[in-house]
């Protein structure tokens, strides 16, 4: 492919792109293939000539569309959003088209300072502590992770690496082997797959200790989970608070759980992967109250600020804590000395090569400014009021906890089973798209405002599938 094919293919993309956002509507959220459909439809063997770009989009429009479950469709309402904007997919097309891979600041400079003055100007938006931030004089900072899940792994990483180190400091004689397996990470039940998952990553016991009816982890339960564990020789070493839990959107209080960890000197990582956002709100910042405890912290701006996937922003209080766990040095990354100001990223993450995701970032904040990327927050909280009221207006339905932020949780009176059928029916019709939860241990169905651009007729759309499917279902339970 030469200059000229690549404009060709880019502009036919583009216009793809721009006709696929524009007429989203038109489609069915879920795709209607049977596993499988793809594998039986493409070659076996990768092509031994090259082929014309007319026939890979081709084949795209043939045989890739129909497969694609739409996430940016105003029908997609499972899980939690996932970001895009034209904004960010010009960003990423930047980083793509420069191809950087910046571990050092040598490597490529814009790259490791773009992410410096990114992440200061995120974390002034989300009203971070000073001691968050690479423009404070001490030497925390933020870094730009692939998700959420990497961050809370790099978080117990360092919190293991630093566990270890101080109390080999306090008794020389132990050995390291010896402590390892005697620490403990501690979260909610509530907590996101990947939280559990960094436990077994890290291999450190993870404890999924009970949240309250509201599904918040207490100050006193984890309290009391440090002391049982100490009374059993373990030692407290990690502790993952949620802001925004997946299930329903509950915050855990920071300044109960702060406090604790402060107290027995255990590493406190927020995850507030997708409700963190709303902090660029001033109104919703007391639900962060106790956020000066946390070691680390981190919200995904590809889930609700409208940068595609991937871009997990991670501060931390002390980069030295990162450098000290992950510096390994070889000659061939022996290039010019820089300070905590200007970060060598590697040590800051898992891998040794990293994208230039700060791009992304940039273009989404300087497109839309923290004006735009807050009333959309804001307006996607509304809409999801408005879907709770429509549904608190008939009287089969029953909505809770509270909807948070842009989530409403809701089941049917008439029990599980229906509520699971309701669910059932409504993804095989693939006219909206849903998951289920669970909130005090009855089943309850999701709905996520996520789409960037939905309109109140969207939430009508949506409301009108469910209630129609629900009468079919309420019948049936009848006869
Ligand atoms: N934490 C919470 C609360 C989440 O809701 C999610 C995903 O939805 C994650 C973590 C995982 O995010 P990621 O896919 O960026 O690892």
């Given at each position: 492919m030469n200059a000229q094919q690549f404009r060709e293919f880019g502009t036919a993309v583009i216009d793809l792109l721009a006709d696929y956002v524009e007429n989203i509507r038109d489609r069915d959220v879920l795709p209607s293939v049977e596993p499988g459909y793809l594998l039986n439809e493409l070659p076996e063997n990768a092509p031994e000539q090259p082929?014309?770009?007319k026939d890979v989009l081709k084949d795209f429009n043939q045989?890739?569309?129909p497969g694609i479950t739409h996430w940016q469709s105003p029908r997609f309402h499972a899980f939690y959003p996932t970001g895009t904007s034209y904004a960010s997919i010009i960003g990423s097309m930047l980083c793509d088209g420069l191809s950087v891979v910046g571990f050092s600041w040598m490597a490529s400079p814009a790259c490791t300072e773009l992410e410096v003055v990114t992440m200061n100007w995120l974390g002034k938006l989300l009203g971070?502590?000073?001691e968050f931030l690479n423009s404070s004089s001490g030497p925390g900072g933020g870094v730009i992770q692939g998700s959420a899940s990497e961050a809370t792994?790099?978080?117990l990483l360092v919190a293991k690496d630093k566990t270890v180190r101080k109390l080999i400091r306090n008794d020389s004689t132990i050995d390291e082997d010896i402590i390892k397996p005697k620490l403990v990470a501690y979260t909610s039940d509530q907590c996101n797959s990947s939280v559990e998952k960094a436990g077994l990553l890290g291999s450190m016991k993870m404890r999924l200790l009970k949240a309250d009816a509201d599904g918040r982890l207490r100050g006193e339960t984890l309290k009391r989970a440090f002391e049982e564990d100490r009374e059993q020789g373990l030692i407290p070493c990690y502790v993952v608070a949620n802001l925004g839990t997946t299930g329903t959107c509950a915050f855990d209080p920071l300044y109960e759980l702060g406090p604790?960890?402060?107290e027995a000197d255990v590493w406190l990582h927020v995850d507030a992967a997708y409700a963190g956002a709303a902090f660029i709100c001033p109104e919703y910042r007391h639900l962060m109250k106790g956020v000066e405890h946390a070691d680390s912290f981190d919200i995904n701006p590809h889930k609700w600020m409208n940068v595609c996937f991937d871009c997990s922003a991670m501060w931390v209080k002390n980069g030295y804590d990162l450098i000290r766990a992950f510096d390994v040095q070889r000659i061939y990354l022996d290039d010019v000395q820089t300070d905590i100001k200007i970060p060598d990223y590697r040590h800051w993450q898992i891998p040794l090569g990293r994208r230039f995701r700060a791009?992304?970032?940039?273009t989404v904040m300087r497109i839309y400014g923290a004006e735009g990327?807050?009333?959309?927050i804001r307006k996607h909280i509304d809409l999801a009021q408005y879907f709770a009221k429509l549904m608190r207006a008939d009287d089969r339905f029953l909505v809770e906890p509270e909807p948070s932020m842009g989530l409403v949780c809701f089941r049917l009176k008439g029990g599980d089973t229906i509520t699971k059928k309701l669910l059932e029916n409504l993804t095989k019709k693939r006219k909206i798209f849903m998951v289920a939860g669970t909130y005090r241990d009855r089943y309850m169905i999701r709905f996520v405002v996520c789409y960037r651009l939905t309109r109140k007729e969207d939430i009508d759309y949506s409301w009108k599938q469910i209630r129609d499917e629900a009468d079919c279902v309420c019948t049936d339970k009848i006869h």
């Open positions: 082929e014309d770009w045989a890739i569309l971070l502590p000073e792994l790099v978080g604790v960890c402060k791009m992304k970032l940039w990327l807050r009333n959309q």
